[in-house]
């Protein structure tokens, strides 16, 4: 990061750009899936960029949905760089498994992304995100983005059903050369309220 950050703006603004996405995740609190009928125009974006931009913020994360399913997303991603802040990304990996797709992205000046893998077993977690095949996409994004030199943060949600493999996750993101490890606890809406029982509760007995 090159511009410095400005007390009184956020550091960083997540933007969910948009409710789309190419999954069906069990957890998810957005429920997303189509396109919302009420999301911002282009040109609206545009001008929020500017003017968050203006307002001293450092970085912007695009989230979602998926924010690859936006079809300006590169765009938007440039733009971000031009007016001097940080691109991020959080996906599910899905597109960014194509070699040439995340050029696209890397060419529009994209410096992180944060890719979701919730189990190291890929029925697990292809159960977990409602598509088959999930699980190799997202590994496959997770390498090619680390041979791309981006800054890869992998991110876990934990539930019931996955609790026990945290340690094996780290090991093996750590091995296929991930920088970040993001712990995400489960919150039950959206979708996860669904599945409410997989919350995970770790209980502290204290002594007196």
């Keep these: 990061m090159k511009k410095p950050f400005v007390p009184g703006a956020p550091f960083q603004v997540v ?30 974006i545009i001008r929020g960029l500017e003017i968050i931009s203006k307002a001293g913020v450092t970085s912007i994360a695009f989230s979602g949905g998926e924010p690859t399913s936006n079809p300006h997303i590169t765009d ?8 001097g802040m940080y691109p991020a ?4 990996g899905y597109k960014l498994s194509k070699q040439s797709k995340l050029n696209k992205f890397v060419d529009a000046g994209l ?27 997202a590994i496959q994004a997770v390498e ?13 949600t934990v539930t019931t059903h996955n609790i026990d493999e945290i340690p094996d996750i ?4 750590r091995d296929i050369g991930a920088h970040w490890f993001m712990i995400y606890n489960f919150i039950p809406t959206g979708n996860g309220t669904n599945i409410s029982e997989w919350i995970f509760l770790l209980k502290i007995g204290l002594n007196y």
């Design 170 to 173: 780290i090991e093996f993101i």
């Design 15 to 44: 933007w969910n750009i948009t409710n789309a996405c190419n999954l069906k995740c069990a957890h998810c609190y957005e429920d997303a899936g189509k396109r919302s009928s009420n999301e911002l125009t282009n040109q609206e």
């Design 89 to 92: 990304m959080a996906t599910n």
């Design 76 to 83: 938007y991603i440039k733009l971000t760089k031009e007016l």
């Design 111 to 137: 410096e992180f992304v944060q890719i979701s893998i919730d189990s190291l077993n890929p029925e697990t977690h292809d159960s977990f995100r409602g598509v088959e095949g999930s699980w190799d996409k």
């Design 144 to 156: 090619n983005s680390v041979d791309a030199d981006l800054f890869v943060e992998v991110a876990t």
